[in-house]
């Protein structure tokens, strides 16, 4: 289990880095933290030409808030953003998704952006900035875009991303006032990818249910405040529409069965928090 | 851990005396290993720690990714031509130095190292590369092609038994390789008087030891005497070291096994690396230089052992107090794709203890043995226990609830008495010690049963899945050397000879400056052979343990050894520490006569304590241990002739209760047998499905302890072992042969998160047979584990039959009450799917603006197909309907090279057509066909519909269905959604792949 | 900086365990192997190459990090931590490793490196480590021997010595 070939380039500014990947296309991918993309080096599930290391880039390691939005760039590592002084407070729902992810030492070395990147359609970070519909800010030598979560994300392993993007940073809108979060996830172990993971965003007005693992990407679901059977019926028909497939973790029906428990626990719970905090 | 002086009351020093030790200041005690220091270090020496010499090669192994398949051709031009490869082997380049590896039982299976014209299971070796490093041997194995012509594979041991299954050895004829018929008592008779009668059919599960460290194999040959040097991380020599001679076709002599200082672990499995010992010793031999080869985890995964999976019916008669009178088992064991020695060892193993802990004297046993198309099967700790406890105490269960009684009642009533030991059991083995009835009284007061219970009832009472589970378990260690020759008729074994005992040695060894080393052919996996070993030697010699010095690394070419020698069947404590101790004692008494021929006292008389050798009368009458040690090295001339040198001791011991199998095929099949009774209370969660282990109490009876931490962290590393047996682990198949657990983020070990509390009791009952009275320990919960937790679940549950692994979607199911809700209206429900059924399905419609007849003309054009085939780079028409093409496939960053082999059938133009493709490349292989139908739209153009069936193998199956089965299905898609797009005229507008995938079933 | 060519090999410069280290290496070389057969510090150990096992973890800039995916050019400059600095002085042992070995966490010691760099890092930002949070650090690694429970013991009894809290006196297998 040893990588394939490949030149390196340790970028020193956020153009170097698009500048390689602009001339080199497909050829070249984005390294990070690692934790995703080293694995599938070493089993030579990928073998690009180049690897552009972004770590180095200083203007890509301080996330920071911007327009109601912590915006966190490609250099942040999950630790860190755990870490941060009232994370708790900023992000509830991050704050409550991110000791899910992975292990303390491999958050340590992973990024958020690079999850987002990634694509695992189980991945925690991806459901989160699905369920707070924040963006992903793309960045290439010509031209910068931001495309709403819900877009960008667009199958297994696969997104909106040109070959010539760098996911420069990702926009997680911050706590809004009245409105609860709460997340959930089931998997095989501790810190293993979730087979069934839920975040839900309830406000006085609507409940938001972003579900990963069951499709091929995070989806969301959003509703008027529904309750009772209204709400089981809600959850049932989303449960069907996701296309629950079978592995050697879990079943179909056991991922449709999660995602009408666990969506209506957590859409229980935020809903529950949105009404404590409008008092 | 203090470890202060034994200045106990002398009625345990008598005790200990009896057992042949003077003065135990260190057996029985947790001193700190002398291990650890350098292990804590990062100065351990495994296998890839230790230098080698200049000008050693790495090699790299292509394996197969097929489940069965004819090897047509394999194409190692582009991987010779590399530059830092210097071979790349196959089967037949390597078939005049690698013989076949010749298994415990007469059939002719293939059992060679490495495939010739024909692979049998995902990960069986196909090619090897050696390089300069790892890195360039694996870039030569990506160059290779191979042509396989894929055959039906059988994964399933009951289908691999009918008359239309696939065969897997020619030789053979078919897949039962063994199947033998076992009487003992009058088991029809006791069948034809019981009052009751009940079955259990269990499929026991594959699962394996996952040691952290992999296997490692450096080898060189000599040319100038025939002869191979191999250094592996092998646990053997044991019978295996024979094997591997004769497969490189050298006598024993020829072949030097050095074992390395530290080993990753075992249990059992290191054995596996028998066959790659085989390979690389001939990959060596052919490339003139020493080759030094690391698995990986992946490939350990994939192909090093597995423990068996088996299907067994068990029926036992019994009275209406729960009383067992006789037992039926019919036991269909699965060894994979070929019998590696020394299987069928896995079914022979617990051949003596078949009742348990039980006394029930009418037994009738089918043993049968079929081949799969599965990694070859080996020791793994528990080795045969697990599949043999799960439907025995299933069934003590079963029966209990059957006549409404308590099973802890059950099991009590059948339980051998305590005054019956050493107790003959009905198939033959002779439980050497024990008081089962005490260790269950004792487990149940000190293990807070009754609490449980009334746990138990309040859970219930809240509507909550809570249930308690019990087992009792004979643990056997100390394997005969001849239970495996049970599987053969008498007549056969009258042939072959008789095989028994288990030789065990040890040497000890003086120095001139007193200090003592001791060398053992135990080759241990981490347990702390050389601080038993020290504690036992210098309680002998009643000197500091750090006068002792253990060695355990092994050399066959100058270590006394024996085909008994190796880490297996828990032999160590019981074996290994006793003929140490009897070197170390027959050196102490010769060492007494140097001494009081010095000292002009009796040698009865003299005591070894605190570093002296002194008369226990005239305690003035005394001489430095260190310097009677040496005399023999000084002073030869002061060591009474009759003594002759003292300086070295080998000792060999076999108990002579190890005998061969006899005419009716009774076989005391181990030496030592220990007692566990376990019990535990667990929760299943409503929602999620999940385990919660409330309390888990397991009391063990394993002799005498000689090293009471020691002994706990074999219990606990075992309970570790079993729960991830139980609840995580599966090396998991497809029907079609596809291997699905390739890492470790499919093939789930436990970690420190997922381990509840265990409570941890014993009993001591030493073993009249040994020579401490110890036992085997590390084994007993791999065997009485899994199946507790079962009973356990299935009292939460109220089931009748539950198989392992107890996963949370299968709990959720079980414990589901009522139907699944119903999609809504409009909406099909999904197809169920078969498990173990792999196929991808997908359908789907598309619209056109272009005629049938212009989609049909489309669908036979070359330049067509380029253009739809996805990633084609050119497509070679082998004919009107077959085509060739090589091709770049990938999802996100999962991009692999294919060659793709596509051919159009049952040709209905302009109507439809089945298009068929097999595509295969180093990532793995797909295969599939789709039917095509066009029918015209009434507005000019042409609908298409298609369906297809597909499926996926190799690295992309084995890496993670999670991931990559959900990648494969895009990959597959494509193809129809570029049809569809090029038959639209090029009109495909961004997006529409997304859409077709969506109508397609893939995403929402 | 220039791109490094795929099919040379490179001069990296970092710190390890205090002192500078020099080892050539070609883009793709894993940190794992530069430090076990470059540098021939064999203490941290190989065990699945995904990320999963632990067996492997090194603490870079005070972090821990599998070095089985890290890419050994990408430790120019930083500074890297392996179990051969753990002990004080040959032959003495650190808090940490003391601890092991009188709670038994370990018996074939294969992944123990791995594990006590996690505990060290994690241990030197919070000393006040609760059980559970340790608990979790463990549960980064595998461990196929001991069933974790003495690890366990072992962290916890550590921390508190760490802390210069006086430890009760407990066999470590009660």
């Keep these: 289990m040893k990588p394939a070939r490949f030149d390196y380039l340790r970028a020193a500014s956020l153009d170097e880095a698009l500048a390689a990947i602009a001339r080199h296309g497909d050829e070249a991918r984005i390294v990070a933290g690692g934790q995703s993309l080293v694995p599938m080096l070493n089993m030579r599930l990928t073998k690009p030409g180049l690897l552009v290391d972004v770590m180095r880039i200083e203007t890509l390691r301080t996330p920071r808030r911007e327009n109601g939005a912590l915006v966190v760039p490609a250099g942040t590592r999950q630790a860190i953003l755990l870490d941060r002084p009232h994370v708790a407070d900023e992000l509830p729902l991050l704050a409550a998704a991110l000791p899910f992810v992975g292990h303390v030492q491999t958050r340590a070395r992973g990024t958020l952006c690079g999850s987002v990147a990634h694509a695992d359609p189980s991945a925690e970070i991806p459901l989160c900035l699905v369920a707070l519909e924040g963006e992903v800010h793309l960045r290439s030598a010509k031209r910068a875009r931001r495309v709403r979560a819900d877009d960008f994300f667009v199958g297994m392993m696969v997104t909106d991303r040109a070959h010539d993007e760098l996911v420069e940073a990702i926009g997680l809108p911050l706590r809004a006032p009245g409105t609860g979060y709460a997340f959930a996830e089931v998997g095989r172990r501790h810190g293993d990818f979730a087979i069934v993971a839920c975040a839900a965003v309830v406000d006085g007005r609507r409940m938001r249910l972003a579900v990963g693992g069951v499709a091929d990407r995070p989806t969301a679901r959003d509703w008027p405040l529904l309750d009772g059977t209204a709400l089981d019926d809600a959850l049932n028909a989303l449960a069907w529409d996701l296309g629950a497939g079978e592995d050697i973790h879990a079943t179909a029906r056991y991922r449709r069965d999660l995602v009408r428990r666990l969506g209506r626990r957590v859409l229980e719970q935020a809903a529950e928090e949105a009404r404590r905090c409008q008092g | 851990m203090q470890f202060a002086p034994d200045e106990a009351s002398e009625e345990p020093r008598t005790r200990k005396r009896a057992l042949g030790i003077e003065d135990s200041r260190f057996v029985g005690q947790s001193v700190e290993r002398v291990e650890d220091a350098a292990l804590l270090s990062g100065r351990g020496r495994y296998i890839d720690d230790l230098g080698h010499k200049p000008g050693t090669l790495h090699a790299a192994i292509l394996r197969s990714p097929h489940a069965h398949a004819d090897i047509l051709g394999i194409d190692a031009e582009a991987a010779r031509a590399l530059p830092g490869v210097v071979a790349v082997l196959t089967g037949h380049d390597l078939a005049d130095v690698a013989g076949p590896l010749v298994p415990a039982l007469r059939a002719a299976v293939d059992a060679r190292a490495i495939a010739v014209d024909r692979v049998r299971y995902v990960g069986e070796p196909v090619a090897v590369v050696v390089a300069q490093d790892r890195y360039l041997a694996e870039d030569g194995c990506d160059l290779i092609e191979v042509e396989y012509r894929v055959r039906p594979a059988v994964v399933d041991p009951l289908a691999a038994l009918a008359a239309e299954a696939p065969v897997l050895h020619e030789g053979v004829g078919r897949n039962l390789v063994s199947d033998r018929t076992f009487r003992y008592g009058d088991p029809e008779a006791a069948f034809a008087q019981a009052p009751h009668t009940l079955s259990v059919t269990v499929r026991y599960p594959r699962n394996t030891g996952s040691p952290m460290e992999t296997y490692g194999v450096v080898a060189e040959y000599d040319p100038s005497d025939d002869s191979y040097d191999l250094l592996a991380n092998f646990q053997g020599p044991f019978s295996i070291h024979a094997v591997v001679a004769r497969a490189l076709k050298v006598p024993g002599n020829r072949l030097r096994l050095r074992t390395p200082p530290d080993s990753g672990g075992s249990f059992g499995v290191k054995q596996g690396v028998a066959p790659y010992a085989v390979l690389i010793c001939a990959a060596a031999r052919k490339v003139g230089r020493p080759v030094k080869w690391i698995e990986d985890r992946m490939e350990h995964l994939a192909a090093s052992v597995s423990a068996t999976n088996r299907v067994t019916t068990l029926t036992a008669a019994f009275d209406g107090e729960g009383r067992i009178t006789a037992l039926d088992w019919d036991q269909v064991e699965d060894c994979g794709a070929t019998l590696r020695a020394p299987e069928p060892a896995t079914l022979y193993r617990m051949h003596g203890n078949m009742t348990g802990a039980y006394a029930i004297r009418h037994l009738r046993i089918r043993n049968r043995v079929v081949v799969t198309n599965k990694t070859p099967t080996g020791l793994v700790r528990g080795f045969g226990g697990p599949q043999v406890y799960y439907p025995l105490e299933r069934l003590v269960h079963r029966i209990a609830f059957a006549l409404n009684l308590d099973p802890l009642d059950v099991i009590r009533r059948n339980l051998i008495p305590s005054d019956a030991f050493p107790y003959r059991t009905a198939t033959g083995a002779l ?383 079980l414990a589901a009450r009522g139907e699944e809700p119903a999609p809504p209206q409009g909406r099909a429900a999904q197809a169920a799917i078969r498990p173990g059924d792999r196929t991808l399905r997908g359908t789907g419609e598309a619209r056109v603006a272009a005629t049938p007849e212009a989609v049909w003309a489309m669908l036979l054009d070359p330049a067509v197909l380029t253009s739809v085939i996805p990633g084609a780079h050119g497509v070679r028409k082998l004919s009107d309907t077959h085509f060739r093409a090589d091709v770049t496939l990938g999802v996100g960053p999962v991009k692999g090279r294919y060659k793709a082999d596509i051919t159009l059938s049952d040709l209905d133009p302009p109507r439809a057509a089945t298009l068929s493709g097999a595509v295969t490349g180093a990532l793995g292989n797909g295969g599939g066909s789709g039917r095509i139908t066009l029918a015209p739209d009434g507005r000019g153009g042409t609908r298409i519909g298609y369906a297809y069936e597909a499926s996926v193998g190799g690295k992309v199956a084995a890496v993670g269905g999670r991931l990559l089965d959900g990648a494969a299905r895009v990959i597959i898609g494509g193809f129809f959604s570029a049809l569809a797009r090029r038959a639209g005229g090029g009109e495909a507008r961004p997006g529409l792949l997304r859409r077709l995938l969506v109508r397609l079933g893939f995403s929402a | 900086m220039p791109r490094l060519d795929a099919v040379r090999r490179h001069e990296i410069v970092f710190s390890l365990n205090g002192a500078p280290a020099r080892v050539e290496v070609e883009p793709r070389t894993l940190l794992t192997d530069a430090l076990r057969h470059g540098l021939g510090m064999t203490g941290t150990h190989v065990g699945c190459e995904h990320g999963v096992c632990g067996a492997c973890t090194v603490a870079i800039d005070g972090e821990p990090a599998r070095a089985c995916l890290t890419l050994a050019v990408a430790v120019e400059g930083c500074e890297v931590r392996t179990v051969e600095a753990l002990a004080p002085e040959p032959g003495r042992l650190g808090v940490l490793q003391a601890a092991f070995r009188r709670h038994h966490a370990l018996q074939c010691g294969f992944c123990t490196a791995g594990i006590l760099m996690s505990l060290d890092a994690y241990l030197r930002c919070r000393p006040h480590a609760t059980r559970a949070e340790l608990t979790e650090v463990i549960g980064g690694h595998l461990c196929r021997c001991t069933g974790y429970a003495p690890i366990i013991a072992a962290a916890v009894e550590a921390a508190a010595v760490l802390r210069g809290e006086s430890i009760e006196e407990t066999p470590s297998h009660a």
């Design chain 2, 431 to 813: 439980y050497d010690s024990g008081d089962y009835r005490r260790a269950l009284d004792e487990a149940v007061r000190d293990g807070g049963l009754d609490a449980l219970r009334r746990r138990r009832a309040e859970a219930r009472a809240e509507g909550r899945l809570y249930g308690i589970g019990f087992t009792a378990a004979v643990e056997p260690s100390v394997s005969n050397m001849g239970y495996i020759t049970t599987v053969l008729t008498a007549a056969e074994r009258a042939k072959a000879g008789p095989k028994n005992g288990a030789q065990a040695t040890a040497t000890v060894t003086l120095d001139p400056v007193g200090s003592v080393t001791v060398q053992v052919a135990s080759v241990p996996q981490g347990q702390g052979h050389r601080t038993v070993l020290a504690q036992v030697v210098a309680d002998v010699f009643g000197i500091p343990l750090d006068q002792v010095r253990v060695t355990v690394d092994l050399d066959t070419a100058k270590d006394a050894w024996s085909i008994a020698s190796g880490n297996y069947s828990s032999r160590f404590a019981a074996a290994v520490a006793g003929v140490a101790h009897q070197a170390a004692t027959r050196l102490r008494d010769r060492l007494a006569l140097v001494a009081a021929a010095q000292l002009n006292v009796r040698a009865e008389d003299l005591v070894f304590a605190g570093g002296r050798v002194a008369s226990r009368t005239n305690p003035d009458a005394a001489l430095p241990f260190a310097r009677v040690a040496a005399t023999s090295h000084w002073s030869p001339g002061l060591v009474p002739d009759e003594v002759g040198a003292v300086i070295r001791e080998t000792a060999f011991w076999t108990p002579p209760e190890l005998i061969a199998p006899d005419e009716g095929d009774a076989i005391n099949s181990s030496l030592c047998h220990g007692f566990i009774f376990d019990f535990c209370g667990v929760e299943v969660d409503r929602e999620t499905g999940k385990l919660v282990i409330d309390r888990y109490v397991s009391m063990h009876d394993c002799g005498r302890i000689l090293h009471p931490g020691m002994v706990e962290g074999q219990v606990r590393g075992g309970f570790a072992q079993a729960l991830g047996a139980a609840v995580y682990e599966e090396l998991a198949y497809g029907e079609d042969g596809a291997f699905l657990s390739g890492t470790l983020a499919d093939y789930l070990l436990p970690t420190a998160t997922e381990i509840p509390d265990l409570d941890v009791l014993h009993l001591e009952s030493p073993s009249p047979f040994t020579p401490l009275g110890a036992k085997g320990v590390g084994e007993g919960n791999c065997m009485s584990t899994p199946v507790c937790l079962a009973n356990a679940v299935a009292d939460a549950l109220g089931l009748e039959a539950i198989d392992l692994p107890l996963t949370p979607a299968k709990l959720a199911a």
